[in-house]
C-alpha cells in the first residue's frame, strides 16, 4: 500500500492520528497522505447501511424477523428475513461483479429471483448480495433513495461532512486513486472501485461510500457509547447493544465459523483484531479501509489505505492492523 491514515481515539479523546507515505508511490500525479485524505470506503457502505436498516427497525417500520418480501415483493427468496441479510446468512451466492456489464434493472431484476443455496440461518458466508438487498430494502421502506437516506439519518446529524456517495469532481484531487483498472480503461479516483456498485449508479448498499478517518472515528464513537454521539441518538441503546453482539442465539449456524456476525458488524475475525477481547467488533473493505472497536476498553482504530493501488492483491494490510490494534490496546492499558 502507498500510504495510509492511523486514527486511535479511546474514551473519547484522539489518542493518535497521521498520515503516513503518498497517495500513489511516486507515479505521477501522487501526493502526500493528508489526514484529510478521502478514501473509498468499500464495505464499510455496510455499517451505515446496516445503521439506516436498525433506525427503520426502532422506528416500527421494519421487523428482523419478518420476509424481505414482505417489505419487497419482487424477492424471490421467500423465507429470507431482515436479520439473514444483516448477518450475512442468506444461503445466496452470486458475485455481483459478473453482473457488472448489465444495466442497474438488469442487475436488480437478476439479484431479486435468485433462491438460497442453503436454508438462510444456517450458514454464514459473507456475500455482498445481501447488502445490497439490504440497501434496496431501506430505500424502499424509507421511500427515499439509499444515499439520502444515509445523508438526511446518518451524515448530517452526527457531521460527518467528508463522507457520501459520488464525491464531486472538484474533490478528486483529496481522494485516493483505488486502483489502474482493465474494465473501466483507467485509474479509479474519485468513482467507486466496486464494480457492481459503479455500475449501479455509485450507489448501494454494500459500496459506494467515501469518507475520511476523523468522519469514520466519529461514526465509531457513535456505536461505542450505544447509537448516541453529541446528544444526537442515532439508535436506541439496547438496539445499538444487540448490534454489536453475535447473533447465534437467533440463526442455526454451525460451531465452527470464519468470523462471527452481529446485525451488521463483523465479530472474532482474529485477521485483522488479534487477540482482542471477546466483545471487540468491525469491518474491512476491499479497497484497504478498516475500523475497529473495543467496547470494553471504549476504543476506536481506524485504517484507511488503498491497497488496490496499482492493482489488487494479497491483503497484507490486514496484518499491519492487527498490529496498530495491539499497539493501540498496549498504549491504553
Not at 486511535?8 to 503516513?20: D, I, K
Not at 489526514?35 to 436498525?54: E, Q
Not at 475500523?291 to 476498553?297: A, D, G, I, K, M
Request: net charge neutral.
Amino acid at each position: 500500500m502507498p500510504g495510509a491514515v492511523v486514527l486511535v481515539r479511546q474514551h473519547g479523546q484522539v489518542c493518535h492520528a497521521a498520515a503516513y507515505g503518498t497517495t500513489m508511490y511516486a507515479d505521477a500525479g501522487t501526493q502526500p497522505v493528508q489526514f484529510d485524505t478521502v478514501y473509498d470506503l468499500a464495505s464499510l457502505t455496510k455499517l451505515f447501511t446496516a445503521t439506516a436498516a436498525l433506525q427503520l427497525v426502532a422506528a416500527g417500520k421494519l421487523n428482523l424477523d419478518t420476509p424481505v418480501a414482505h417489505y419487497l415483493p419482487a424477492v424471490q427468496a421467500r423465507s429470507l428475513t431482515v436479520r439473514h441479510l444483516l448477518t450475512h446468512t442468506t444461503g445466496l451466492e452470486v458475485r455481483l461483479s459478473s453482473l457488472r456489464d448489465l444495466p442497474p434493472a438488469a442487475i436488480r431484476e437478476q439479484v431479486y429471483a435468485l433462491q438460497p443455496l442453503h436454508p438462510p440461518g444456517t450458514r454464514l458466508a459473507y456475500v455482498n448480495v445481501s447488502t445490497l438487498l439490504l440497501g434496496d430494502l431501506v430505500a424502499h421502506v424509507a421511500r427515499q433513495p439509499l444515499d439520502q437516506v444515509i445523508a438526511t439519518q446518518i451524515t448530517a446529524p452526527l457531521g460527518l461532512s467528508a463522507t457520501g456517495f459520488n464525491p464531486p469532481p472538484a474533490q478528486r484531487s483529496r481522494i485516493a486513486p483505488t486502483e489502474w483498472d482493465d474494465w473501466r480503461d483507467g485509474l479509479v479516483q474519485g468513482i467507486v472501485h466496486d464494480e457492481s456498485a459503479y455500475a449501479l449508479g455509485g450507489v448501494a448498499g454494500h459500496a459506494g461510500l467515501f469518507g475520511t478517518a476523523a468522519d469514520l472515528g466519529r461514526f465509531g464513537q457513535c456505536w461505542l457509547q450505544r447509537g448516541t454521539l453529541d446528544g444526537v441518538q442515532l439508535l436506541p441503546p439496547e438496539l445499538a447493544a444487540q448490534a454489536m453482539t453475535f447473533q447465534g442465539a437467533d440463526l442455526h449456524l454451525p460451531a465452527e465459523l470464519p468470523f462471527q456476525c452481529g446485525l451488521g458488524w463483523m465479530l472474532a475475525r482474529r485477521d485483522f483484531m488479534g487477540d482482542a477481547p471477546a466483545d471487540a467488533c468491525g469491518h474491512t473493505g476491499f479497497t484497504g479501509p478498516v475500523l475497529f472497536l473495543l467496547p470494553s476498553e471504549q476504543l476506536t482504530v481506524v485504517v484507511l489505505t488503498n491497497r488496490t493501488y496499482p492493482k489488487r492483491g494479497p491483503r497484507a494490510h490486514l496484518a499491519v492492523v492487527a498490529a496498530i490494534v495491539a499497539a493501540a490496546r498496549a498504549a491504553g492499558g
